[in-house]
Nanobody
Framework: QVQLVEYGGGSVQAGGSLRLSCAVR???????MAWFRQAPGKEREGVAV????????YYSNSVKGRFTISRDNAKNTLSLQMNSLKPEDTALYYC??????????????????????WGQGTQVTVSS
């Protein structure tokens, strides 16, 4: 059974940093993993994606240069280091994985429909 559990969210002032982590259970080998976020009244937005087979990463323009996605193989966790946070980064952040071993083209990596497994989300609030 696949299980994704996020932790590390919280509240921070603009310009600050937070680190999110996602514990992954039940998926093995190389697969696509990502962080998405959803603000109230908005669609779910892909912000950072990693293919664990070669550590290829991909970022949305809104977070490029500020956020870094990484993984810890020993702990089977995915992380998102978020620096220079802005109020517009406020959202519920989700960890996602493609659990069937079939990876879409990179042009679709930031789409929610490219992922089959989801965590429950962790809240990030950035105040001005």
């Amino acid at each position: 059974q696949v299980q994704l559990v996020e932790y590390g969210g919280g509240s921070v002032q603009a310009g600050g940093s937070l680190r999110l982590s996602c514990a992954v259970r039940g998926i093995y080998g190389s697969y696509l993993m990502a962080w998405f976020r959803q603000a109230p009244g908005k669609e779910r937005e892909g912000v950072a994606v990693m293919y664990t087979g070669g550590d290829t990463t991909y970022y949305s323009n809104s977070v490029k240069g500020r956020f870094t996605i990484s993984r810890d193989n020993a702990k089977n966790t995915l992380s998102l280091q978020m620096n220079s946070l802005k109020p517009e980064d406020t959202a519920l952040y989700y960890c996602a994985a493609r659990g069937d071993g079939r990876n879409p083209p990179i042009s679709l990596w930031l789409r929610a429909s490219s992922f089959t497994e989801w965590g429950q989300g962790t809240q990030v609030t950035v105040s001005s």
